[in-house]
């Protein structure tokens, strides 16, 4: 039996089915299939049986077809292509002629199967490659070996804002912006020379309406078989909003940069404990060039050595706060050392490991000037010993580190003897150079950790941390003598008298200093120009 006599018959038994040359397979409107014969099994690489233990949409992708056929009146065969799928899965092509047989009750659907053959498939992907090309979603074009446009989809033209017809016939050279023709005649020449085939760039067009639209474009030249020249397609992706974000990125990046390096303050930016960038202050600042600080892990350069430790800890709490403020002594390049102020803040949220943006400002100055400041609250403006205050807050220190420590500590107090005579006879300016030099005198008569201060107009206390009344005599009567056999302030008769007391016959500071001026009145008492030492 014909498969034209199966149909138009109404034959649709399995066993007519059977014979039939062609594959073949019959099923219900539901999708059940009940014939089958052994080309189509073959066909879908199973048995007779394996096909019908499955509906229809297993082996073929037609239940909406099946709906169609259903409501529909007419009953004529009908040709599609579909796609089969094999017991394995793998899909594949097939050309179908379905009708509809039967009454309604016993409607069947009747299919007669063929795969498609290379000719066929050619017709298919020609037609499947028409509707890719002219719906893809970015410009397509073929151009002649001459670069005039023979087709264009949807997508190029409205990239170009040119009409279909406007760019049959026209070449590519003409909508290309003048500043990117010769790099693309440079390639072409490169491709009919035969050293490549493809061409891919970034490349500008020019509107009609003047406009520039950039495009990524990835051209490949076409040979026939016998290799010569056919045509050139080309994929052309519009990027002109990607091109205008990084433009206006890099105009943001540019002013961001000429704003921080128009800073007076060092600026570094680090990211992961990496510095990632820095200004021209922070080069001029430290003395390292960009190329040595750009790309350092911490320790930093900058950072002195015998303070990294401290300063890892300090970077560390900021890490963790997210920002912080720090004072600290930073190392130029020639190794000098600076204070500076180090402020440090988390950059904008981003991808990645935090960032953080550091400002550094020398305070040298600042230091400077709160350390003259400090000297100026804590200091004599005549002589640069400690003033009465910070004298006495001092000794109270000493006296409580010495008595923890279990050592030794006196106190002398000196007086000038008859300065009144020497403000009466040679003027205070003469006086004032007295003064002075004479502390001079006591402080290099002295040790590094001794203590001298302006307790008076004419009278000065000297404390001697560690040294017990032998000691403290010994110092006093060095400084007694060294100004007595000097000439102070072009005056030769300065002389001292000097009370000297130990804190292990005093029961406090008050009680040291009552005891060491008892000492100084008794060496008045005695003529003057002498050093006497409570109970000696």
């Not at 935090?354 to 400041?373: G, M, N, Y």
Request: negative net charge.
């Amino acid at each position: 039996m014909s498969v034209e006599t199966c149909i138009s018959s109404g034959a649709v038994s399995a066993a007519a089915v059977a014979v039939l040359p062609d594959a073949a397979l019959v099923c219900r409107l539901d999708g059940e299939i009940v014939g089958v014969n052994e080309p189509a099994a073959a066909m879908f690489a199973t048995t007779v049986e394996g096909l019908t233990q499955n509906p229809i949409d297993r082996w073929l992708g037609v239940k909406p077809l099946l709906a169609e056929l259903r409501v529909g009146e007419d009953r004529a065969a009908r040709r599609i292509d579909v796609c089969g799928h094999r017991a394995n899965g793998v899909p594949f092509p097939l050309r179908a002629s379905v009708r509809l047989v039967g009454d309604d009750e016993e409607c069947r659907a009747v299919w007669i199967l063929r795969e498609l053959d290379a000719d066929d498939l050619v017709t298919v992907a020609q037609r499947f490659f028409d509707v890719g090309f002219d719906r893809a979603p970015i410009g397509m074009a073929l151009f002649n070996t001459d670069g005039q446009y023979v087709r264009a989809n949807t997508e190029l033209c409205r990239v170009l804002g040119r009409s279909d017809a406007d760019l049959i016939g026209r070449r590519d050279q003409e909508l290309t912006h003048p500043q990117d023709r010769q790099s693309d005649l440079d390639a072409a020449a490169e491709i009919f020379a035969g050293h490549r085939d493809t061409h891919r760039c970034e490349k500008r067009f020019v509107r009609p309406d003047g406009s520039v639209v950039w495009t990524i474009a990835s051209l490949t030249f076409l040979r026939d078989e016998a290799g010569e020249p056919l045509l050139w397609v080309g994929q052309f992706q519009d990027i002109t909003a990607r091109r205008a974000a990084e433009e206006a990125e890099r105009r943001e990046r540019g002013l961001s940069q000429l704003i921080i390096d128009s800073m007076s303050d060092g600026v570094v930016l680090t990211r992961d404990g990496r510095i990632v960038a820095v200004n021209d202050a922070l080069c001029r600042l430290t003395g390292f060039p960009r190329a040595v600080l750009v790309g350092a892990a911490s320790p930093y350069p900058f950072w002195p050595s015998e303070r990294r430790a401290e300063i890892l800890a300090a970077q560390k709490r900021i890490v963790d706060q997210g920002s912080g403020e720090l004072e600290l002594m930073l190392v130029r390049d020639n190794g000098e050392r600076f204070p500076a102020s180090v402020v440090t803040a988390r950059a904008a949220e981003q991808d990645g490991p935090p960032a953080f943006v550091s400002t550094i400002r020398d305070i040298s100055e600042r230091k400077r000037q709160q350390d003259e400041l400090e000297r100026q609250a804590t200091h004599d403006g005549l002589t640069g010993v400690l003033n009465r205050a910070a004298f006495t807050e001092r000794m109270e220190r000493e006296i409580a580190s010495a008595r923890a420590a279990g050592q030794p500590l006196s106190l002398a107090l000196v007086d000038l003897d008859h300065f009144k005579a020497i403000n009466d006879r040679h003027g205070h300016p003469v006086g004032d150079r007295v003064l002075a030099e004479t502390a001079a005198r006591l402080r290099a008569a002295g040790r590094a950790g001794d203590h001298l201060g302006r307790v008076g107009g004419e009278e000065f206390a000297w404390l001697f941390p560690g040294a017990d009344a032998d000691a403290a005599f010994l110092a006093a009567e060095r400084a007694r003598r060294a100004v007595e056999a000097a000439v102070v302030a072009g005056y030769d008769g300065v002389t001292l008298s000097i009370g000297v007391c130990t804190l292990s016959d005093a029961t406090d500071g008050e009680d040291l200093y009552r005891l060491a001026d008892a000492a100084l009145y008794r060496a008045k008492a005695l003529g003057r120009n002498q050093c006497a030492v409570h109970g000696a």
